[in-house]
C-alpha cells in the first residue's frame, strides 16, 4: 500500500513544481501566439483516413544536455504543452480539403471518406496541414499516412512501456529518474526487442507490414517515442496513447485497460481481412487484455508475445490466461527478451500465400 501512496505524493509535487514552472513562463512569453502543429502518424484503408493532431502555442525548444534540473524541466516542459482550442486546421490530401477545430485540450481528430484502392505493398503516403490565418511555427506539416499493402495479410500491435522500451513503469518510485530524466538516446530497448521487430517488418523505415502502437503513455511523448523508435532501428507506426497532463488529476493512471482494449478493438476493425500479432508485456495487464481480445476475436489473433518482467509470465492467473490463448489455437511465446521469439515467429508463417491466410480468417467472422 505504500508504494501507490508515495507514487501519489511525488506526482502532487511534480504537478505543483509544474505550475511554478507554467506561472514564471508566461510572464516571458506574454503576447507570444504563435502556433505549433502537433501531428501524429495517421491511418488508411480503402474508405476512410484516420488522423489526429494538437495544436498549442509554440515555445522555444529548452536545452535538455547537462543537468538534473535543466533535463527535469525540459521534460516538465513536454507536459506543459499551453494547448490551444477552437483553431482551425486544415487538412489537404487525397484530392480533397477539410477543415476541423481544436477542441478544448487543442486536439483534434478527423476521419476523411475516401475511394482508393490499398496499395500493392505496404507504405507511408502523406497528406499536409496547416492553420489559416494563424501565425505558426511551420507554414504546413507533412504527416504520414500508414497504408497497409493487399500483398500483406498480418499486422502488428505493440505495447511500448517495458515491450520495446525499458522504462521501469510497473515501479514508479524506483525508476522515478529515468522516467523524468533519460533521454530517449539515454534508453535502453528490450533484449531482442529491435532484432524481432526488424524480422517482421524486413525494413524499418519502410516497413512491409503495418506496425500499430497501443500504450497507456500519454500524447505529450509521443515525440520522443518516434525518436526512440528510429535510434533503434525499430518501425514506426501509427500510436493510440491517452490524453495526460502534469496535472495531479491526469497522472494518475486511470482506464489502462479500457483504453488499450478500444483501441485494439478499433484496429481490429478497421482492417478486417488482417491477422494480428499482439505484443506486450506483463508488467502492466497486458495478458488480460490479449486475452480478452482473443476471446472476442478468435483467430483474427495469430499469436500473443509476452515479455516477462517479473518472471510469473507462466504460473498463476496470468498462466492459466496464456494456456487459454493456446488452447484455442493462438500461439504464445512468453521470454524476459525477445531473443527466443524469433523461432516462434518463422513458425507462424508469415509469408503464406493470401488465400490460405484468409482460410483462417474466414471461420471468425462467421
Not at 101 to 112: R, V
Amino acid at each position: 500500500m505504500a508504494g501507490p501512496s508515495l507514487r501519489k505524493l511525488i506526482l502532487a509535487a511534480i504537478s505543483d513544481l509544474e505550475r511554478d514552472v507554467d506561472t514564471i513562463g508566461s510572464m516571458f512569453d506574454e503576447g507570444n501566439h504563435k502556433v505549433r502543429l502537433l501531428a501524429y502518424a495517421g491511418y488508411r484503408n480503402a474508405a476512410a483516413v484516420r488522423l489526429k493532431g494538437r495544436v498549442v502555442r509554440f515555445a522555444k525548444p529548452l536545452d535538455a544536455d547537462e543537468g538534473m534540473l535543466v533535463r527535469l524541466r525540459a521534460m516538465l516542459a513536454i507536459y506543459n504543452s499551453r494547448e490551444l482550442p477552437g483553431v482551425t486546421v486544415r487538412i489537404e490530401g487525397y484530392g480533397q480539403s477539410c477543415d476541423v477545430a481544436s477542441d478544448e485540450e487543442g486536439y483534434f481528430e478527423l476521419e476523411l471518406p475516401i475511394d482508393q484502392p490499398l496499395p500493392d505493398k505496404t507504405g507511408w503516403e502523406y497528406v499536409t496541414l496547416s492553420v489559416p490565418g494563424r501565425e505558426a511555427q511551420q507554414p504546413s506539416v507533412q504527416v504520414p499516412i500508414m497504408a497497409p499493402g493487399t500483398d500483406q495479410h498480418w499486422g502488428i500491435i505493440s505495447d511500448i512501456d517495458d515491450t520495446v522500451v525499458e522504462t521501469g513503469a510497473t515501479d514508479f518510485v524506483k525508476n522515478w529518474r529515468r522516467v523524468l530524466l533519460e533521454r530517449p538516446q539515454d534508453r535502453l530497448s528490450v533484449p531482442g526487442a529491435a532484432s524481432l521487430y526488424k524480422m517482421i517488418a524486413r525494413d524499418h523505415i519502410a516497413p512491409a507490414r503495418p506496425f500499430f502502437y497501443v500504450s497507456s503513455s500519454p500524447w505529450n511523448l509521443y515525440g520522443f517515442v518516434t525518436e526512440f523508435l528510429e535510434l533503434n532501428a525499430i518501425p514506426h507506426g501509427p500510436m493510440f496513447l491517452k490524453d495526460y497532463g502534469i496535472d495531479y488529476d491526469k497522472l494518475i493512471d486511470g482506464g489502462h485497460d479500457v483504453h488499450k482494449l478500444a483501441a485494439i478493438e478499433t484496429i481490429l476493425a478497421f482492417y478486417p481481412d488482417l491477422r494480428f500479432l499482439l505484443i506486450g508485456d506483463n508488467g502492466q495487464r497486458d495478458v488480460n487484455i490479449y486475452a480478452k481480445v482473443v476471446h472476442d476475436f478468435g483467430t483474427r489473433v495469430a499469436g500473443v508475445f509476452i515479455r516477462d518482467v517479473d518472471g510469473s509470465c507462466r504460473s498463476g492467473p496470468e498462466g492459466a490466461m496464456l494456456a487459454d490463448i493456446e488452447a484455442r489455437g493462438v500461439r504464445t511465446f512468453c521470454g524476459a527478451g525477445f531473443e527466443d521469439a524469433l523461432a516462434v515467429v518463422k513458425s507462424l508463417d508469415l509469408d503464406r500465400p493470401f488465400e490460405a491466410a484468409q482460410a483462417v480468417i474466414e471461420p471468425a467472422h462467421k
